[in-house]
């Protein structure tokens, strides 16, 4: 139920692999592997960033979690 409803309040990008049942991020590897790869054959500049948010959620405060979810109209 609550899957469902965040769902619908709150869409996922679908290359988003984190939280989701899915084949885990074996796609997004090789999606990165082919525009690297891509970007030397056509000799092209290439910039990748990689975030960790480990722990991420144990930083946020859940009363700015509550207030997001109730502005995305999750009773």
Known sequence: IATARLTKACPINPRQRGFICASGCAEN?????????????EHKHLRVVFVDIAKAFDTVCHQHVLE???QRGVD
Request: proline letters at 0%; glycine letters at 6%; hydrophobic letters at 55%.
């Open 29 to 41: 590897l090789k999606l990165l592997q082919l525009v690297v790869k891509t970007a030397k054959r």
């Open 68 to 70: 997001g979810l109730v």
